[in-house]
């Protein structure tokens, strides 16, 4: 994958996570930093779980701090949705999972990543993330 | 055992039957949904799902959940944001993000830009040497100030004036050696006759009845008075008015007077000067004999003497002292006088 094609998916996770795009942006750009410090670091290491990785500290960094019931989103710093999509039943739902379940979702259904590479990069069974995948997507049908 | 019995599968319920719960069924949704499960679960879910109303709207639920996880991966994001991100952040970004800079009240921003400029100008002002700015800038390299040097010799080429007036001038009297003559480089010619003339008392011109009201340029006075033994002696040309375009900013005292028996009391004034500390300051000695009745006194004398002396002169007569410009400057604390001491006409 290009520098571009990694930089718009980390993009997207800090978007979907937080919902605020101040924060998603400089959150994606540490992110970023820490993935090319991870690639030195690791250098046969798939690029997909280097991202994840990357993505998770900089989580977790965050999740603590972070003021779930409070979304800023202005379409002016650089994120792009069509009108007809509903944005509301993403932020309730962020509002009322666990870190562990936003995280999981938007890699394996947002992203497109695969269930083994979000597993090793989150360090997870596989048995556990499609746990954690099911009671997500039972809660987002529910808020439909 | 019995063949019937081994060819019976072994079961494990007590009921001899094994159904899949409700709630079990319900939470192999999603691996139904993802086709993770192997047959008999799978059937086990289809009959639950058919069966329990429950478990077929959580399987709704869950496509719903899909269908909407689907439509969000049509956000984008836009080429500016990638490359933004790509570049390394300042320090100053950093801190603007921080401080959510944009989020201020636009008078506030304008006064912070205004002060920043202001202390710019300040710190430009303070720090640049404006002396040497102004040196370099102002005043060309070529413009110096010289101070004019003013050379005793009566024949050097400073003053027009004072050339004018030696050559066409008579002297009365000097301090050569050779003739005895006076001060060349006076610019006042006391008068053209040989008699000297008694100086006006006063400066103002209007005192005098012969003393010419204006000041007259020091050149066409002694130009005047040389070319005359027509010159009415009766005139004199003002003194004491300090000459404007005396070079130097030197001066003399001019004094004279009339005593009795000038033959005696000469000796005596000489010698009461050279107690006071005078010395001669011309070519003459201190009570050069000019004629038999006249005495003259060119000397110098220390500047705190200087009132005594004048105080003694008083005792025979008030010697009238006026200051006079002179390009000749004297040392500071030292004055230089010129005196004239004549019989008394009875």
New interface residues.
Partial sequence: MTNEQLIKEICLFFFFSLLDEEKAFDAAQRAWFQYQDLRKKLPGTKESVLVIQATGRVWNELNPKLQRWRPYLTKDAGWAWPAQLNMGPWMEFQKRSTADELMTTIWCYIMGYSESDVATGLGLSEGTLRFRLSHSIKKIGALV | MSREENEKPQSYSKWNKREMSSFVAQ?L???YM?G?LDESRRNAVESDLSENPITKK?H???????????????????????E???EP?TYLSVLL?KSQFEKWPQSLKWGIEAFVVLMGIALFLIVTPWDKAIRLVILPQNQQVILAEVQKDPRSNNSVSLSDIEKNEKPQFSDDKKDGKGEAATEVVVASNEKPAALPPTPQPSTEKNVPAAKPVPIAAATGAATGASADPKKQPEISAADKKTPSGGFLFRGQFNVTNVEMIAPKLKEKIIALGGRKAGEVEIGWKKSDTTYYYHFTIPEAKFEELNEYFKTYEDPHMVKEKHPRVMPDGILRLILTVEEKRK
């Avoid at chain 2, 709704?60 to 990638?82: C, D, H, N, T, W």
Wanted: glycine content about 2%; aromatic content about 14%; hydrophobic content about 40%.
């Fill in positions: 939470e949704l999603y691996d993802k993770f959580k709704q639920q869950m496509m719903k959940g899909f269908a909407y996880l689907e439509k969000l991966r049509s956000v984008e994001v836009q080429p500016f944001l990638i933004q991100i790509d952040s993000k």
